[in-house]
């Protein structure tokens, strides 16, 4: 099992910035992916951005690319998102994953096993 913990988030104005972390625990050992998600209410959650586990190579929804970076500590095992020139429309539920196996898609949340337990970020206008 892996239990992924999430922390930041919060409140910001639009253009502000934040940072979301995620730290992987238990048997982290054929993760290869982490990504991060969020969800509007009622919709289905979405991919943001996703990191290659072992490479660090890393992809984005074309709705945050150039704004959001995704990156991992030097332990690996904690992955962060960091969040910049935010807009309203980026409120939303986010979490964190991670995906054991080889997939193409992947930002798609099907592929993902574990996951962390939400934040809240919400961004005023």
């Known amino acids: 099992q892996v239990q992924l913990v999430q922390s930041g988030g919060g409140s910001v104005q639009a253009g502000g910035s934040l940072r979301l972390s995620c730290a992987a625990s238990?048997?982290?050992?054929?993760?290869?992916?982490m990504a991060w998600f969020r969800q509007f209410p009622g919709k289905e959650r979405e991919g943001v951005a996703y990191i290659d586990f072992t490479s660090g190579s890393t992809g984005f929804a074309d709705s945050v690319k150039g704004r959001f970076t995704a990156s991992q500590g030097a332990a690996k095992n904690t992955l962060y998102l960091q969040m910049n020139s935010l807009k309203p429309e980026d409120t939303a539920m986010y979490y964190c994953?991670?995906?054991?196996?080889?997939?193409?898609?992947?930002?798609?949340?099907?592929?993902?096993?574990?996951w962390g337990q939400g934040t809240q970020v919400t961004v005023s206008s």
């Open positions: 994953a991670a995906c054991k196996g080889w997939v193409s898609n992947r930002l798609n949340p099907d592929h993902y096993n574990y």
């Open positions: 238990g048997d982290i050992s054929g993760i290869y992916y």
